[in-house]
C-alpha cells in the first residue's frame, strides 16, 4: 500500500484526492502560519527566533491585506483578494447553501453553539468547465484565526484543546456541536445537485484534523447518514479515529500528532509518544532546525515543549508532504515507510548541517530508509542500510556510507555531488522529472448561487 493510498481508490486516484485535500486544508488558513514560516525559512530558530517573529509581523500587515495564495483553489473566474474589495462569490457561499448561520466576509463559517464559536470551516466546490457542481470540498481550520483578531481569536480557540483531551465521546460529538446544522445544510445541498457523499471530500489541520475525525466517526448515526461514504483526510490530528474510514497524516516528529492514544490523553502524552495506528503514518520525519539540533533536544520532547511545535506548521505540511507525493520513488514507499524530509529546513541550518536519520525521540527506525531534499543546496548523508536519497533541485551534496543507496536524479537537479560513492550500489538518472499526479485537476473554489 502507498504512503497515501486511501480506500480502494489505488494510487492515482490517491495521489489526486491528496493533493485536493491539501489545498483545502492550506486554504482554511488565512493568517497565522505565513508569517511564522517566511521569518523560521530565513532565519531558522535558535538566537533567531526573535526575527522570526518579527516576519510574522511583517507579512501579517494589517487587516484584509492579501493571504498567501495557494495554486488549484481558486477558481479561473474569481477575482484576487484585495486590501478594500471583498471577494466576489465568497459571500455568496452562505446563501447559495440556504445556511442561516453565522459567517464573515470571507466566507468563512463559523461553530454554531455556545463554546465553539471561534471554530471555523470553509466550503468549496470543484466544477466542471460548463459550470456542474462535481464535488464539494469541506475544511476545518486548526487554532488560529481571521488577520483583524490575530491574537484573540487563537488564544479563544485554545482554550478547547483542553476539552479535547477529555472523554472519547466529547471528542466523537464535536463535530456535531460546532458544525451540525451546516453540514446538514451541505448534506441538502448536495442531494438536490445529483451529489453523494462520495462526492465530499473532508479535511482539516491539527484541531481541524480532529474535527475530521469526528466527523467521520459520527457519519454513520448522524445527517441521514450522507456522510459515511465521504473522504477524510486529517492532518495533524491530536486523535485518530479506528478503522479506515480516515487517513491521518502526520510528522513523526510533530508533538501534536502524537498527543494522544486514538482519543485518550495519559501520562505519555507529555514526553515521547509514538504509537503506531491503523489510519495513521507514522515514520514521516520533517528534519528540521529543532530536530537537527543537538542543544534544543537536551530539553524534552513534549507537546508541552514549544520548540517542538516547528514541525506542526501547516506549511511544513503543505510543502513536505507534498515532496513525498512527488517523489520519484513514490511507487517504493509504503505507509509504514521511513522517510526523512527536509523542505522545511530553514536557511542557515542548510548551509552547515547533513541531513540524515537521526531517529530521535521515536520506536526504532527498521527497513530502508528515504531522504528526500529540497529545492536548496542540502547536505545529505545516507545511513550503514540501503537509502534512497533523491537531492531534487539545488546543488546537492550527497555523503555515501554504505555503498547500498540508490541515488536519484530528475527534473531541474542542479549540479549535485557525490562523497565517498562505493560502486558496489548503483547509480540512476532518470529520464524525466520525477512523476506527479498523472489525473487531470480541477480547481476549488466557492460555492457558487
Given amino acids: 500500500m502507498g504512503v497515501f493510498d ?28 505565513n508569517g511564522f514560516a517566511v521569518g523560521y525559512q530565513q532565519h531558522g530558530l535558535g538566537l533567531g527566533c526573535r526575527h522570526t517573529g518579527r516576519g510574522v509581523a511583517r507579512q501579517h500587515r494589517l487587516p484584509g491585506s492579501d493571504p498567501p495564495a495557494f495554486p488549484g483553489i481558486l477558481t479561473r473566474k474569481r477575482p484576487p483578494w484585495t486590501r478594500c474589495t471583498q ?3 465568497r459571500q455568496s457561499s452562505a446563501s447559495a447553501l440556504g445556511y442561516g448561520g453565522k459567517v464573515d466576509a470571507r466566507g468563512t463559517f463559523f461553530g454554531e453553539k455556545a463554546g465553539y464559536t471561534t471554530a471555523q470551516a470553509e466550503v468549496l466546490g470543484k466544477y466542471d468547465d460548463a459550470g456542474k457542481l462535481l464535488e464539494i470540498g469541506i475544511g476545518f481550520r486548526g487554532t488560529s484565526g481571521p488577520r483583524e483578531s490575530l491574537i484573540t481569536t487563537p488564544c479563544r480557540s485554545g482554550q478547547r484543546p483542553a476539552r479535547r483531551a477529555g472523554p472519547q465521546g466529547l471528542c466523537e460529538k464535536l463535530c456535531r456541536r460546532t458544525f451540525g446544522g451546516l453540514l446538514k445544510t451541505v448534506a441538502d445541498y448536495a442531494g438536490a445537485h445529483g451529489l453523494s457523499g ?25 445527517w441521514a447518514g450522507f456522510y459515511k461514504d465521504a473522504n477524510y483526510l486529517a492532518y495533524a490530528s491530536p486523535t485518530q479515529s479506528a478503522g479506515d474510514k480516515v487517513l491521518n ?10 498527543a494522544l492514544d486514538g482519543s485518550t490523553f495519559n501520562l505519555s502524552s507529555l514526553g515521547v509518544h509514538d504509537k503506531a495506528h491503523e489510519s495513521t503514518t507514522d515514520n514521516i520525519v520533517s ?23 516547528v514541525s506542526h506548521l501547516p506549511s511544513a505540511y503543505g510543502d513536505g508532504m507534498t515532496r513525498v507525493l512527488e517523489s520519484g520513488f513514490y511507487e517504493q514507499m509504503t505507509r509504514d515507510s521511513t522517510i526523512i524530509l527536509c523542505p522545511t529546513w530553514s536557511d542557515p541550518a542548510r548551509a552547515n548541517t547533513w541531513v540524515q536519520d537521526l531517529n530521535r525521540n521515536a520506536e526504532p527506525h527498521t527497513g530502508n530508509t528515504f531522504i528526500i531534499g529540497s529545492d536548496g543546496n542540502d547536505l545529505i548523508q545516507g545511513g550503514k542500510g540501503a537509502d534512497f536519497i533523491e537531492g531534487g533541485k539545488g546543488n546537492d551534496t550527497i555523503r555515501d556510507n554504505s555503498g547500498h543507496n540508490t541515488f536519484l536524479f530528475s527534473g531541474h537537479f542542479g549540479q549535485d555531488r557525490i562523497i565517498g560513492y562505493q560502486p558496489t550500489g548503483w547509480c540512476s538518472r532518470a529520464p524525466t522529472a520525477a512523476p506527479t499526479c498523472a489525473t487531470t485537476r480541477r480547481p476549488w473554489g466557492p460555492i457558487r448561487c
Avoid at 494510487?11 to 485536493?20: G, I, P, Q, V
Avoid at 481541524?208 to 466517526?217: E, K, P, R
Avoid at 497524516?249 to 502524537?258: A, C, L, S, W
Avoid at 528534519?287 to 511545535?309: E, G
Wanted: proline residues 3%; negative net charge; hydrophobic residues 40%.
Fill in 6 to 33: 486511501y480506500k480502494n481508490l489505488g494510487t492515482e486516484a490517491s495521489k489526486t484526492l491528496f493533493a485536493d485535500a491539501t489545498a483545502i486544508t492550506l486554504y482554511t488558513y488565512h493568517n497565522l502560519d
Fill in 87 to 89: 471577494p466576489v462569490g
Fill in 198 to 222: 462520495k462526492d465530499v471530500l473532508v479535511s482539516g489541520h491539527s484541531l481541524g484534523g480532529l474535527a475530521v475525525n469526528s466527523m467521520a466517526d459520527l457519519s454513520t448515526s448522524k
Fill in 249 to 258: 497524516i502526520g510528522y513523526e516528529n510533530d508533538p501534536v500528532f502524537r
Fill in 287 to 309: 528534519f528540521n532546525d529543532h530536530y537537527a539540533s543537538t542543544l534544543w533536544n537536551v530539553l524534552p520532547f513534549s507537546i508541552a515543549n514549544l520548540s517542538t511545535w
